[in-house]
C-alpha cells in the first residue's frame, strides 16, 4: 500500500487519491502563504498572496463540496511534493538577506506551487470526465482556470518588475 490509504485499483480510487493529495497540498498552502505575506515587500507582490490565500480558502469549500459530490469522506493525504516544494522555499526564504532578492525567491517559490496544483487539477478534470462525473469535472475547473489565473499574474509581476529589481 505505501504511501496510500487504501489500495488504488481503479481509475475511481485513483481519482479519490488525488483529490485527497491536492485537498492536503491546499491546506498545507494556507499554513504558507501568510509567511510570505508578512516577508513580501513588494506591494504587487503581498496583494498578490492575499488574494491565493482567499482564493485557496474558496478552492478547498470546493473541494469539499466535489467530496460530497462523489460520496467521498473529505480528508486529505499527505502530499509529498507539495510538502517539498514548500520546505524549499522557506529554506531559501531563510537564506536570502536582500528584500528584492527575497522577493523573487518567493515568487518563484508561489509558481512552484502554481504549477503543481495545476497539473493536480487538470488531471482531476481528466480523470472525473472520464469516470462520467462532468458535475465534479465542472466544479474542479473553476480551481483549475483560478490556478491558471493566478499563474499568470505571477509570469507578469515577476517579468515586469520583481526580477528586475532583484538584479
Avoid: W
Avoid at 134 to 139: G, I, T
Amino acid at each position: 500500500m505505501g504511501l496510500f490509504s487504501k489500495p488504488i485499483k481503479t481509475l475511481d480510487d485513483l481519482f479519490v487519491h488525488t483529490l485527497q493529495d491536492i485537498y492536503y497540498a491546499e491546506n498545507r498552502i494556507t499554513k504558507a502563504l501568510p509567511k510570505m505575506i508578512d516577508k513580501a515587500t513588494d506591494p504587487q507582490l503581498r496583494q498578490g498572496f492575499e488574494l491565493h490565500l482567499q482564493e485557496t480558502r474558496n478552492q478547498i469549500v470546493r473541494l469539499e463540496k466535489v467530496f460530497q459530490m462523489h460520496g467521498q469522506p473529505v480528508k486529505g493525504v499527505t502530499c509529498a511534493a507539495m510538502d517539498g516544494i514548500l520546505e524549499e522555499a522557506e529554506e531559501i526564504m531563510g537564506d536570502v538577506a536582500d528584500k528584492e532578492v527575497l522577493d523573487a525567491a518567493m515568487l518563484a517559490a508561489a509558481q512552484a506551487v502554481e504549477h503543481y496544483e495545476i497539473t493536480r487539477y487538470g488531471t482531476l478534470v481528466a480523470f472525473a470526465r472520464q469516470l462520467g462525473r462532468a458535475d465534479c469535472a465542472a466544479v474542479l475547473e473553476e480551481n483549475l482556470e483560478e490556478e491558471k489565473a493566478t499563474d499568470k499574474k505571477l509570469t507578469a509581476l515577476a517579468e515586469s518588475k520583481v526580477n528586475r529589481m532583484a538584479a
